[in-house]
């Protein structure tokens, strides 16, 4: 069973728009959230993380925002460049005293000029 | 900045080889990770180790093993390779205090 769900596989947002990627994630216990970004042929790169107490956390272009109470965490880019095109992964950090990440499906986003 | 370098880019094995993925860190991480990618299934772990011979089994471990003899170094031995281990291979690092691990660049592994 899935406890990281990205619904959506692709995205598709034009040049200078916002972009909104979506996670839902199933264990209300879960305190430390991060969003990733993979090009075709490299490794994913670090983007952006929340923790459980925040319900927003802002770095530049990229928002990430937290709803506990709904299990869902979101990446909003303003404004969308065709450089953002990519796979985003959203990430949970897992209970139990060991740093493991669960990932979702990823996101392919492309933003058209 | 962190590098994570990993041996191959690119790796071709026959059905039942066994195969060695190397990967080294230089930022002095105590947490190193093993992934595999495949299309549709998003990132899955396959072993971690977060010290010097320890190692703890991740959420795909079967037909693989690793070995963590150096800080630095983190190796995924496939002990027979089969064909429903072609993947991406990603390592990756983490200090203890911090979440965000960095990832190398991958390894396409095609077993044939």
């Known amino acids: 069973d899935q406890q990281v769900k990205q619904n959506s596989p692709s995205l598709s947002v034009q040049e200078g728009r916002i972009s909104i990627l979506n996670c839902d994630y199933t264990n209300s216990m879960f305190d430390y959230f991060l969003w990733y970004k993979k090009y075709p042929a490299e490794g994913p790169t670090f983007l952006i993380s929340i923790s459980s107490i925040k319900d927003k956390n802002e770095d530049g272009r990229f928002t990430v925002f937290l709803n506990k109470s709904a299990k869902h965490l979101s990446l909003h880019i303003v404004p969308s460049q065709p450089g953002d095109s990519a796979v985003y992964f959203c990430a949970v950090l897992t209970q139990g005293g060991s740093e493991k990440l669960v990932f979702g499906k990823g996101t392919k986003l492309t933003v058209n000029p | 900045d962190v590098k994570v370098t990993q041996s191959s880019r690119y790796l071709v094995k026959r059905t039942g080889e066994k195969v060695f993925l190397e990967c080294v860190q230089d930022?002095?991480?105590?947490?190193m990770f093993w992934y595999r990618q495949d299309p549709g299934l998003g990132l899955r772990l396959i072993y971690f180790?977060?010290?010097?011979?320890?190692?703890e089994k991740g959420d795909i471990p079967e037909g693989y093993s690793v070995s963590r003899e150096k800080k630095e170094r983190f190796s995924l031995i496939l002990e027979s390779a089969s064909t429903n281990q072609t993947s991406m291979y990603l390592c990756?690092?983490?200090?203890?205090?911090?979440?965000?691990?960095?990832f190398g660049p991958g390894t396409r592994l095609t077993v044939t």
């Open positions: 990756a690092s983490a200090a203890m205090i911090t979440y965000e691990q960095y």
């Open positions: 180790s977060y010290d010097v011979k320890m190692k």
């Open positions: 930022m002095d991480h105590e947490n």
